[in-house]
């Protein structure tokens, strides 16, 4: 069984910065596709970036290009999320989630994580 479990969240002034992490544990996970989901109150769901396990491909949320870095420790099976000149839009809580496939597409992952709150004030 796959688990999925994230640390890293917490309050931040606009402009800073965190770190998100996502130690995976339960398979071999070289065919997976890992990746960072976020929701804020009263809104749905998003996707924010993923990343293939190899590290070789990244995709991003056009909100978070620029500002947000996906990157993968395979020997940790930790996934990191380095969000850095945070604003208040991006508070919510963020999600880390996998998948066994190749494309880096925005749907189809089931294993999710609980969650870990990020606030942003100003």
């Known amino acids: 069984q796959v688990r999925l479990a994230e640390s890293g969240g917490g309050l931040v002034q606009a402009g800073g910065s965190l770190r998100l992490s996502c130690a995976a544990s339960?398979?071999?996970?070289?065919?997976?596709?890992m990746g960072w989901f976020r929701q804020a109150p009263g809104k749905e769901r998003e996707f924010v970036a993923v990343?293939?396990?190899?590290?070789?491909?990244?995709d991003y949320a056009d909100s978070v290009k620029g500002r947000f870095t996906i990157s993968i420790d395979n020997a940790k099976n930790t996934v990191y999320l380095q969000m850095n000149s945070l604003k208040s839009e991006d508070t919510a809580v963020y999600y880390c989630?996998?998948?066994?496939?190749?494309?880096?597409?925005?749907?189809?992952?089931?294993?999710w994580g609980q969650g870990t709150q990020v606030t942003v004030f100003s």
């Open positions: 339960g398979r071999t996970f070289s065919s997976y596709a």
């Open positions: 990343i293939s396990w190899s590290g070789d491909n990244t």
């Open positions: 989630v996998a998948e066994v496939k190749h494309d880096l597409g925005p749907s189809g992952y089931r294993y």
